[in-house]
């Protein structure tokens, strides 16, 4: 049986780590490459690295970045921020990445997803939806969660995956940063309604959020940034924390 | 000690240019039979459509050339799909190394998804491929077609069925999983591939 993964996420500003609270706030946390190997010797089963500021300023991706994490680290990861066309992913697999995320383009631009999934495969292509609940429900946002838009997050997600997307990863904005747990009704419905993976994304505070998520949010993988790069949760006891509770992971 | 990476419209060469690298080999990428022939190990990495990548195999009449290899060679991924008889996905013909058909993953329940991703253990691991494997390991594997439990079938892995994990046949040695992408246990099985004398029995 496949087990449930566990992802720290590096947030990638000027070649180092951050990490904000609602997308804001940004604080360092370290080498990316440092802290990538750190992970995977501790038993991350993948990692992504999102180069936070590319979509909003127009910047390219962070190629030298990709090629050093690509040399050093044995376990799989994904790239993401700043891919807007096909050169883009070509580029970012190439430097020796395994999987690339698309956001903003690809809301922008849905046909885009069919395009990765048909040159190099729906495994390559993660959708990445940042969505907040707002008065008319789930509501997709745009650059890094700077720009409201009128797609609903379960519409959105569907599309995604009919057109290829490989895996969903769904950053709840109301529970990102908050540390109170993930958005496990959503998630939930998501993995009810997609047959391909869910990664949850936003909200992790303590070794609880992630139990929760894997079982009432029926994630396949959950996604976590600042309880990592801080040390509040170590991953090994976190991975044995989940083996007691019955939750296959890899230990 | 000189390793070949067959190189052909395969995503995703340099994982297993970078694994090797980190254990001090400097690979060379060729499609070249002359080069390929006179390499001690032959990494034949995959990922990618079947067809497409059959088609791409054919073009420098590759198929014939790694059929015809007499050291140790690894497929991985699609290069292990590769290496049976025929694949289900695109319905072609493929290297015919293991006389063995590629099937698509059916899923009987939802949460069965397809493709398969991610960490999931082998047992009843054989061969010197897996020297010292003495309970269930994860490794990473990614994929929507798997190669079903046979004659050659040297590691079982279990999603929606038991299936095989890994093959093996005379100087062939394949994996559905990424040794390259599989952290420390993964590195022990490209070592073993390397380093173990037992490969180049064919044991």
Known sequence: ?251 | MKVAIVDYNAGNIYSVVHALKRLGIDPVLTNSAEELSKADRVIFPGQGHARTTMTSLKEHRLDEIIKGLKQPVLGICVGQQLMCRHSEEGDVDCVGIFDVDVKRFCPTRHDEKVPCMGWNDIRNTKTALFCGFDKPEFVYFVHSYYVPTCQWTIAESDYIQPYSAALHKDNFYATQFHPEKSGSVGERILKNFLNNNDIEKGL
């Open chain 1, 1 to 251: 049986m496949l087990a449930k993964r566990i992802i720290p996420c590096l947030d990638i500003k000027n070649g180092e780590t951050v990490k904000g609270t609602n997308f804001v706030n940004l604080r360092s946390a370290g080498d990316p490459v440092e802290l990538g190997r750190a992970y995977s010797e501790q038993g991350a089963d993948e990692l992504v690295y999102l180069d936070i500021t590319a979509s909003h300023e127009g910047r390219k991706t962070f190629t030298d970045l990709v090629q050093r994490v690509a040399a050093n680290i044995n376990i799989p990861f994904t790239v993401g921020g700043g891919i807007n066309e096909l050169c883009d992913v070509d580029r970012m697999l190439n430097a020796g990445a395994d999987k690339i995320s698309i956001n903003s383009a690809a809301i922008r631009r849905p046909e885009l997803i069919d395009e990765i999934a048909n040159s190099f495969g729906s495994q390559v292509c993660v959708v990445a939806i940042d969505a907040k609940l707002t008065e008319n429900g789930w509501k997709c946002y745009l650059n890094g969660g700077r720009l409201e838009t009128e797609r609903g997050l379960f519409e959105w997600a569907k599309e995604a995956c009919d057109r290829g997307a490989g895996e969903i990863l769904f950053t709840s904005m109301n529970h990102d940063g908050v540390k109170a747990g993930f958005a496990d009704e959503a998630l939930a419905q998501l993995s009810d309604e997609l047959s391909i993976p869910v990664i949850a994304s936003g909200g992790a505070g303590k070794k609880e959020h992630f139990r929760d998520t894997f079982i009432n949010g029926k994630s396949d993988a959950a996604l976590a940034a600042s309880v990592f790069h801080f040390g509040e949760i170590s991953i090994p006891e976190l991975k044995q924390y989940l083996h007691s509770e019955g939750i296959n992971v890899r230990i």
